[in-house]
């Protein structure tokens, strides 16, 4: 299925569907140019993946990512995978692992990935250059192909708009528009996909939320993992600190930024997703519920 083979794997096969593009139709992005923050034309309200790693902090446009859904890039030094998957919101970074081994004797360069055109419960899924093993972008392993049930690490990253992030990282280098492709940048391919309550292709769903509700999840590299949707932490009203796997941990939804807030040990990952789509890849995952209130009599 567009040229990848799909053994070994560890999905079902019939659940791996045709996006619609062809492999690389939608292009990855190698080292893209990164202008200051000061010269960046971008809208204060336009949303960014941030990241940052010894002092160096980077955003990446959304209305940029939308076209082409994966970035190799590189942080102070470090390889960095920036992925987006538009169909279940998901914005996540992760190190580049070792690709194939260059010269004799020489360190193997880190692999690139391309987006392959195929889905896995309507998320992405990322091939590596190395071995075109496939990857799913939410569970963060390779599905199919010979690095077949290696993962990823995942680097904390944030979802928020633009005029906070630069609030918050002055100094921050955002990516550029000048891409080397000609798209559309600043219009959505996806209209009101955001909001209304329909999926593109065919998934159970747990049906508690609205389907495109924004939910933080939170998880270990053991599987354990628990969700905390935005409509819960607003009924609470305030900041929410519990305990998670023995971890100490403190998550707040501010309505008016639309912009979670984590504090949590690294040993925690972060997500940020669609109900619909952290819950089809975490059905066992706990989920957080507010105290409901008794009306006064």
Known sequence: MNGFVLTPTSIPI??????????????A??????????????????????VTWQGEARAYPLEILVWHELVNDTIAGRPILVSYCPLCGTGLVFDRPAGKPGSPGAEPEADRFGVSGLIYRSDMLMYDRATESLWSQISARSVTGPRTGERLSL????????????????????MSRETGHRRPYGRSPYGDYALNRKLL?????????????????????????????SEELLRLGAPLVEDFA???????????????????????EVLEAY???????????????????????
Do not use: C
């Open 275 to 297: 109900w619909f789509a952290w819950a089809a890849f975490h059905p066992e995952a706990s989920t957080f519920e507010a105290p409901q209130h008794e009306a006064a009599n």
């Open 29 to 50: 992005l190698d080292e893209p140019l990164m202008e200051p923050a000061d010269t960046a034309r971008l809208d204060d309200q336009e949303w960014v993946i941030g």
């Open 155 to 174: 680097i904390r990253s944030e979802q928020m708009r633009w005029a906070d992030w630069q609030m918050l990282h002055p100094a921050s280098r955002v």
């Open 246 to 268: 023995g971890y100490s941990i403190r998550v707040s939804y501010d309505p008016e930024s639309k912009r979670f807030q984590v504090s949590a040990p690294p040993e925690v």
């Open 14 to 27: 019939d659940e791996v569907l045709h996006g619609g593009p062809q492999r690389d139709g939608i292009p």
């Open 201 to 229: 292709f065919p998934l159970d769903q747990d049906r508690r939320y609205h389907p495109k509700m924004r939910t933080l999840g939170l998880r270990l590299a053991s599987g354990l993992a628990r969700a905390y949707p």
